[in-house]
């Protein structure tokens, strides 16, 4: 660990600058990215760092309360765990910051009741030692499951750097390491900034309800085609209808569901969320009787699959709760196909709307069809 120390020394005055450049940036672009998250994170940091760099009217005070900044800190984690994303200058700016002091303030009164139970207990109880745990390890432990849980339950980026920081940070408090902070926070703020430029990508190019690539990243890959190619456009029939009757929430189920049956597609093709209720498959180098097998086998594979929902004209709860399956019904999805292969000096554009033509007769045949 000294020698790790001793390794960093020539470096720190270098990594100050780069780390007073990185939280600047940070707090910047996860502002306009709207993750403002990691801009307070990023801004805590930097406070947490001048504190003990320099003197500040706190800096005293806070070298003695090293308990109360882990506790803080850990509530802060798990906090950003569970809350969302707001607009930093937004009305939830000032919300954002009244969270922070609320875990200052509830870490405080934590330290200040568990000290009164534990001076309760006499040293000679065997059970003086798990006393012992309640100011720190207790609320440690229960926002590292918070913290889990979230990441779990949400898997994303978002949440594995929320969770890598309050490992640090306890794994700090607990002097498992000794790197200097410089170097743990250059790196932990370079990891902020690369999650926000991941999300920022996924967020333009990745449509959040489906995980399909979006119509941003159709229009990329329309960039890049050669000259031979098919496209397909497809529609959720009677979509509406059945928005209607179940409701938008179902109707975003079966939207999920179409494009988790779409994403199967084979033989080189490449699926997009259109907009709406409308799909679109590119095959890069293929002709339209390639596709058209493909596709015949998704339409077939979504029309023969039976969606279990909750039947709206369910009565009571009790008659929801007497049997698994009451309140529960199955229906069946089809979608309609139009296709279009690239023919000369047709553009991108002309052969979508071909495909969309296609899309449209595909209705007036009857729906549930492929039509070119
Ligand atoms: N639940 C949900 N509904 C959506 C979404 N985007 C679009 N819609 C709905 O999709 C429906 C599209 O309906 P229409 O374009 O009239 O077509 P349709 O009912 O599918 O009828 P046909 O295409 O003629 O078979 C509208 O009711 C939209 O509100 C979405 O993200 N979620």
């Known amino acids: 660990m000294v020698h790790f120390q001793a390794f960093w020394q020539p470096w720190q005055h270098i990594l100050v600058n780069v780390l007073y450049a990185l939280i600047g940036i940070t707090i910047v672009f996860a502002a306009q990215f709207s993750r403002s998250r990691f801009s307070l994170l990023a801004a805590l940091w930097l406070l947490f760092y001048l504190s003990f760099e320099y003197t500040l009217p706190w800096s005293a005070w806070l070298k003695n309360h090293k308990d109360w900044m882990l506790l803080t800190g850990v509530g802060v984690f798990a906090l950003f765990s569970v809350i969302k994303d707001r607009g930093l200058f937004s009305v939830h700016g000032p919300g954002r910051l009244l969270i922070i002091a609320m875990c200052g303030l509830i870490a405080h009164v934590w330290l200040w009741a568990s000290e009164l139970i534990i001076a309760q207990v006499p040293k000679t109880d065997p059970a003086y030692d798990y006393v012992q745990l309640l100011a ?47 170097v743990i926070l250059t790196v932990l703020v370079c990891h902020y900034l690369l999650v926000v430029i991941i999300d920022s990508y996924f967020l333009a190019y990745r449509d959040e309800l489906t995980a399909l690539p979006s119509r941003r990243a159709l229009n990329q890959l329309a ?13 959720i029939d009677h979509f509406k209808k059945f928005n209607d009757t179940y409701g938008h929430d179902i109707g975003d189920q079966v939207l999920k569901l179409v494009a988790s049956k779409l ?20 095959f890069p180098g293929k002709s339209a009787s390639h596709a058209a097998a493909e596709l015949e086998k998704l339409r077939q594979a979504i029309a023969d699959y039976k969606m279990v929902i909750r039947d709206p004209n369910r009565k009571t709860k009790q008659a929801r709760n007497g049997s698994k399956n009451k309140g529960m019904k199955t229906v069946s999805i089809t979608i309609s196909i139009g296709v279009a292969a690239r023919g000369s000096k047709q553009n991108f554009d002309r052969v979508l709307k071909l495909a969309d033509e296609a899309l449209y007769r595909a209705k007036k045949n009857g729906r549930n069809n492929v039509s070119y």
């Open 263 to 282: 994403s199967k597609v084979r033989g080189g093709g490449k699926v997009y969320r259109y907009g709406g209720e409308e799909f679109t498959v590119v």
């Open 223 to 235: 960039l890049s085609l050669g000259r031979k190619y098919t496209v397909a456009m497809m529609d």
């Open 136 to 182: 720190l390890e207790v609320p440690v432990v229960f926002a590292s499951m918070v913290l889990l849980w979230q990441s779990l339950v949400k898997a994303n980026l978002l949440l594995s750097a929320l969770l890598v920081s309050f490992i640090i940070w306890c794994v700090q408090y607990y002097q498992l390491i000794a790197l200097p902070w410089e």
